[in-house]
């Protein structure tokens, strides 16, 4: 399990850290079925886009700690939720967005009760490798 967390905490931050830097890039070009959204929102895309850079180098960070700190986990993994929460309250308010948005609306919903279930999973590997008695052969 704390293998498994370890190369999903890796995963997403190096995602989010290309995610973030290809919007910073291409500004509305990195968003499916955006088309000509103008330069507001082009400035507000790229700026996203950086924090979104930033957001995956804190799973980076989260991934380079030993053990894996279950807490940051857990409120990176809701700040995840949160995004689906937006993409939901956009669906609710102006129906359906482009084809891939809800495919990434489905990962974002799928993925944190993941990363909620795992959290702790290097933290108890460090543990009860900690308690474990000596073999007295």
Same mark, same amino acid.
């Given at each position: 399990?704390? @293998?498994? #967390?370890?190369?999903?905490?890796?995963?997403?931050?190096?995602?989010?850290?290309?995610?973030?830097?290809?919007?910073?890039?291409?500004?509305? +070009?990195?968003?499916?079925?955006? /088309?000509?959204?103008?330069?507001?929102?082009?400035?507000?895309?790229?700026?996203?886009?950086?924090? $979104?850079?930033? &957001? /995956? #180098?804190?799973?980076?960070?989260?991934?380079?700690?030993?053990?894996?700190? +279950?807490?940051?986990? @857990?409120? #990176?993994?809701?700040?995840?939720?949160?995004?689906?929460?937006?993409?939901?309250?956009?669906?609710?308010? &102006?129906?359906?967005?482009?084809? $891939?948005?809800?495919?990434?609306?489905?990962?974002? #919903?799928?993925? *944190? *009760?993941? &990363?909620?279930?795992?959290?702790?999973?290097?933290?108890?590997?460090?543990?009860?490798?900690?308690?474990?008695?000596?073999?007295? +052969?």
């Amino acid at each position: 399990m704390a @293998r498994t #967390l370890k190369w999903l905490v890796v995963a997403m931050g190096v995602s989010c850290v290309a995610i973030g830097l290809g919007h910073v890039l291409l500004g509305n +070009a990195a968003i499916p079925g955006a /088309g000509s959204a103008g330069v507001t929102v082009d400035s507000l895309g790229r700026f996203l886009g950086a924090t $979104f850079a930033g &957001y /995956g #180098l804190a799973w980076i960070w989260a991934a380079r700690q030993s053990p894996i700190p +279950a807490s940051a986990i @857990r409120w #990176l993994a809701g700040v995840f939720l949160l995004g689906a929460a937006g993409r939901l309250l956009s669906l609710a308010l &102006y129906g359906w967005p482009h084809g $891939f948005q809800v495919a990434l609306t489905v990962l974002e #919903l799928v993925l *944190p *009760p993941l &990363y909620f279930w795992l959290a702790d999973a290097d933290e108890k590997s460090h543990h009860a490798a900690r308690i474990q008695l000596p073999d007295p +052969a």
